[in-house]
């Protein structure tokens, strides 16, 4: 049973800035979301995470709404490198039955020239 | 060293070998993990190994045996696979497992050929 849903693609001219949408309605007080990427024909590659305050690192920004059902990645400025599978996950800060990073379908993110 | 490495990249095999899978790891995680990635599908949890022990088993058939001799090292041993199980399979690490938000560090994958 899936916990996020994303749009199945996108497009994002080289240069500007992508926002990659996530919902997670169902998401729990102690879940994070996390966000991955995978290149392809590479493996997985973690981008950054958060529980409920906006997050930024040097690789992208991730805001959470306050009620936490939704969140969206955003790339600053894509390059024809970032285009890839970008999954966003639910997991559980703790409980050894719940710790389970399940990937669903993901967003395939085209980066234009 | 933040890498996982993974051996070998390519391997094809028939019906009735044995083969094995290895991953090694140098970052003091806890926890590691196998999942197998059809073509243009998400990566699928396999299992689970923390502090050496096998924690989760997503119901996958006894012809894939996980190992773990030590916390750097992950084996996944073949026998008598079918030609549906040729996948990319992947394996990760993490800093620890059911009780941190620490990331999953992924190798390269290995790429089975089931002939």
């Known amino acids: 049973d899936a916990k996020t849903t994303q749009p199945p693609s996108m497009d994002c001219a080289e240069g500007r800035a992508a926002n990659l949408p996530c919902n997670h309605s169902?998401?729990?007080?102690?879940?994070?979301v996390y966000w991955y990427r995978q290149i392809h024909s590479q493996g997985p590659q973690y981008i950054i995470h958060?529980?409920?305050n906006n997050e930024t690192n040097e690789m992208a920004s991730l805001i959470i709404t306050e009620d936490r059902k939704s969140s969206t990645l955003i790339l600053p400025h894509a390059t024809l490198r970032d285009t890839a599978v970008y999954y966003c996950i639910v997991r559980a800060l703790q409980g050894t039955s719940y710790d389970k990073v399940i990937f669903g379908p993901g967003t395939s993110l085209s980066v234009i020239p | 060293d933040t890498e996982v490495t993974q051996t070998p990249k390519h391997l094809v095999m028939g019906m009735t070998n044995k083969k094995s899978l290895k991953c090694e790891q140098h970052?003091?995680?806890?926890?590691m993990y196998w999942y197998k990635q059809k073509a243009k599908k998400p990566p699928e949890l396999m299992f689970v190994?923390?502090?050496?022990?096998?924690?989760i088993n997503e119901s996958v058939p006894s012809r894939f045996s996980p190992e773990c001799p030590n916390s750097s090292l992950l084996n996944l041993h073949l026998h008598a696979l079918q030609p549906e199980d040729s996948a990319l399979y992947l394996c990760a690490s993490s800093q620890d497992w059911g009780n941190s938000a620490g990331e999953l560090f992924f190798g390269e994958g290995s790429r089975l050929t089931v002939l």
């Open positions: 169902t998401i729990s007080g102690n879940e994070y």
């Open positions: 190994y923390s502090y050496e022990k096998l924690s």
């Open positions: 970052m003091g995680h806890r926890a």
């Open positions: 958060g529980l409920k």
